[in-house]
């Protein structure tokens, strides 16, 4: 198996997002393993819209160009659940109706096979997110910090290729987010994943330490 260090990571390369006729977005960057790319800009050019173009989701209305690919496999000809994006919103998303260990176990990959190894695995990354023993929890029952660390372990489970990661910290005060943030971030250096993070937010910026993408109201992108 290749060293996080020996992979390429994530490539845009000419990426073009136009919606009417306008361009939103205009961006190349490279992501290593490990690393963050942080997008920043006003509400509405396009941020989003990114994330959506790499995830697969992109609604038709937009008109988009260029290459994706992460470690030399070209995503944008994968559909997208064989993309592997592992995706976070602002709202952990997490199913009212199923307990927290449910949440987990549905993102386990098909090949993981017996009921006993799932919910071992499910244990087990709920335990590093701090949350041992929240198998059986509903999840209206849960702090925001706690939702959105099963959220993490939901994404993490599912052996993510990249992460995307739509302002997933804004709705925590500021001790969480950094707490938070601090996590993701390690996590996925761990686990050498490059990870695209939008934010209204310089300090996640800073906190990210990567490239920071700014779009400007004509669609640049500035490094
Ligand atoms: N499905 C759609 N059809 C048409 N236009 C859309 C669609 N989704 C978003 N838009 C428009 O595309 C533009 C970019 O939206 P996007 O959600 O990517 O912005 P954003 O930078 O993420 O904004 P915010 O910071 O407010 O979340 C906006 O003008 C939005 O109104």
């Known amino acids: 198996m290749m060293k996080a260090n020996d992979r390429p990571g994530l490539s845009l390369s000419g990426i073009v997002i136009r919606l009417d006729g306008k361009r939103l977005i205009d961006l190349s960057a490279t992501v290593l393993p490990g ?4 997008v920043m800009g006003p509400s509405g050019s396009g941020k989003s819209t990114l994330l959506s173009f790499i995830g697969g989701f992109l609604d038709p209305a937009f008109q988009a160009e260029g290459e994706v690919s992460i470690d030399g496999t070209n995503l944008l000809n994968l559909p997208p659940e064989a993309r592997r994006a592992g995706i976070l919103f602002q ?10 260990g449910a949440n987990v176990a549905f993102a386990i990959p098909p090949d993981v096979s017996g009921r006993k190894q799932r919910r071992r695995i499910g244990s087990a990354i709920l335990a590093e997110m701090d949350l041992q023993g929240f198998e059986a929890r509903d999840p209206a029952t849960l702090s925001g910090g706690q939702k959105v660390r099963v959220a993490l372990a939901r994404v993490l489970i599912s052996r993510p290729r990249l992460l995307l990661l739509d302002e997933p910290f804004s709705k925590l005060d500021t001790d969480l987010r ?3 943030r601090d996590l993701v971030f390690v996590r996925a250096r761990d686990a050498g994943l490059p990870v695209i993070l939008v934010t209204h937010d310089e300090a996640d910026a ?7 993408y700014r779009i400007d109201a004509e669609g640049k992108s500035h490094g």
């Open 91 to 100: 709202d952990p998303l997490l199913f009212p109706h199923m307990s927290v």
């Open 178 to 180: 950094v707490q938070m």
């Open 206 to 212: 800073e906190a990210a330490g990567g490239l920071v």
């Open 35 to 38: 690393e963050v790319l942080t």
